[in-house]
């Protein structure tokens, strides 16, 4: 099946700094990809939809100027999590489909904000 | 618009024995996609089986079936001859035929634990 890759798997940052996180479609072409956040023991609850080329769509409910997303290639998509605060610490997912029948996870990132 | 609905936090199941996941979903579109994600312990969501809503025959992998109900708007899914390695989160999602809809909704999830 098709390989997303998402880096890095975990990351550590001081509160008020910016981190940012990768998602790349290593085999296929995504002209669109979502980003997910998950708190422990929840659903996966979609933040935006990247768009190659074009502004994200964000879901209701999320900052835009809080989290950052670029999808400046087919490949790849970044979301810059901005000014993170504690309670911005969770896990980060990114997905991408090169067909309707199926979608393709990366591994997930750890965000932890000290 | 779309929502679903898994009405089991919690299961759980014998090695060996069969158990099944109920999801329910709503939408009022005739053509739509629906999956089964499987997320163990280190958190990679892995497709369990999918099923296309044109399709009346129910699918099937190996130890994994769904029963399809569309009338009834219900996915649910059994895992036969249950192996410790099935335990994870399992989460019910749909997805939309139309194009510029790809997002997946996903439901609550449940917790699967497998007894040896």
């Known amino acids: 099946g098709a390989v997303v890759s998402q880096h890095p798997s975990w990351v550590i940052c001081k509160s008020g700094t910016s981190v940012k996180i990768e998602c790349r479609s290593l085999?296929?072409?995504?002209?669109?990809m979502f980003w997910y956040r998950q708190f422990p023991k929840q659903s996966l609850m979609l933040m935006a939809t990247?768009?190659?080329?074009?502004?994200?769509?964000?879901e209701q409910g999320v900052e835009k100027d809080k989290f950052l997303i670029n999808h400046a290639s087919l490949t790849l998509s970044t979301l810059t999590v901005t000014s993170a605060h504690p309670e911005d610490s969770s896990f980060y997912i990114c997905s991408a489909s090169p067909i309707l029948t199926e979608a393709f996870f990366g591994q997930g990132t750890r965000l932890t904000v000290v | 618009a779309q929502t679903v609905t898994q009405s089991q936090p919690e299961m759980s199941v014998q090695e060996a024995e069969t158990v099944t996941l109920s999801c329910t979903y709503d939408?009022?579109?005739?053509?739509?996609?629906l999956f089964w994600y499987k997320q163990p312990p280190s958190r990679q969501m892995i497709l369990v089986i999918r099923q296309e809503a044109y399709k009346q025959q129910n699918a099937t992998e190996n130890r994994f079936s769904v029963n399809f109900q569309k009338a009834a708007k219900s996915f649910s899914l059994k895992i036969s001859d249950s192996q410790l390695g099935d335990a994870a989160m399992y989460f019910c999602?749909?997805?939309?035929?139309?194009?510029?809809?790809?997002?997946?909704?996903f439901g609550k999830g449940t917790k699967l634990t497998v007894n040896p």
């Open positions: 939408t009022s579109e005739s053509d739509y996609y």
């Open positions: 990247s768009n190659e080329g074009s502004k994200a769509t964000y």
């Open positions: 999602a749909y997805r939309s035929a139309q194009g510029g809809s790809e997002k997946l909704v």
């Open positions: 085999d296929f072409q995504a002209t669109t």
